[in-house]
T-cell receptor
């Protein structure tokens, strides 16, 4: 079936190192992807997005890479800080086969732990 | 901008009782989503509205769940009767339009005992 899934449930990195969080998607027709960060007790927070006509997009300390050939998405965080510790979700904008509309489907999440 | 506002933040209720969760989307946003988050199933889309009209409710688990959006600034998710397996964090999110990034509220943590 169609799904959005993450390769690694937990990623531990040292403060100052770069982090890479990966995501695989299965629907080749999906045209828009978003990364969210969720801290404990809070709702998912928008980080960065990318449309399928792009391969790369950069924000402040974050970069999203999209490889449509292998249906893979990654989030790179430069100089990881303790405040980056959270669960990260990729989300895929998928067209509803029932109603011919768009809806946002989330992956299972990766926990990023930053240690000193 | 106050963001998406949900109430209550926490709800503890007894099995069989009716539960109503409330959401105020970001002003000007045309799409509204209800998600449920559990450790076992992650973030699940329950239902979403576009211009106050329910578009896709295929994620609603069963008839005990219902959602309404009487106007552009308010939505409710109701569970009647509630069961212990409904315990989860329920999130409301809104987006400017369909296919755009969704912004989430702080969630309602529901515990059914």
């Amino acid at each position: 079936g169609e799904s959005v899934g993450l390769h690694l449930p937990t990623l531990s990195v040292q403060e100052g190192d770069n982090s890479i969080i990966n995501c695989a998607y299965s629907n080749s027709a999906s045209d828009y992807f978003i990364w969210y960060k969720q801290e404990s007790g809070k709702g998912p927070q928008f980080i960065i997005d990318i449309r399928s006509n792009m391969d790369k997009r950069q924000g402040q300390r974050v970069t999203v890479l999209l490889n449509k050939t292998v249906k893979h998405l990654s989030l790179q965080i430069a100089a990881t800080q303790p405040g980056d510790s959270a669960v990260y979700f990729c989300a895929e904008n998928r067209r509803s086969k029932y109603y011919n509309t768009d809806k946002l489907i989330f992956g299972t999440g990766t926990r990023l732990q930053v240690f000193p | 901008d106050a963001g998406v506002i949900q109430s209550p933040r926490h709800e503890v209720t007894e099995m069989g009782q009716e539960v109503t969760l409330r959401c105020k989307p970001i002003s000007g946003h045309n799409s509204l989503f209800w998600y449920r988050q559990t450790m076992m199933r992650g973030l699940e889309l329950l239902i979403y509205f576009n211009n106050n009209v329910p578009i896709d409710d295929s994620g609603m688990p069963e008839d005990r769940f219902s959602a309404k959006m009487p106007n552009a600034s308010f939505s409710t998710l109701k569970i009647q009767p509630s069961e212990p397996r409904d315990s989860a964090v329920y999130f409301c999110a809104s987006s400017l339009e369909q296919g755009a990034a969704a912004f989430f509220g702080q969630g309602t943590r529901l515990t059914v005992v």
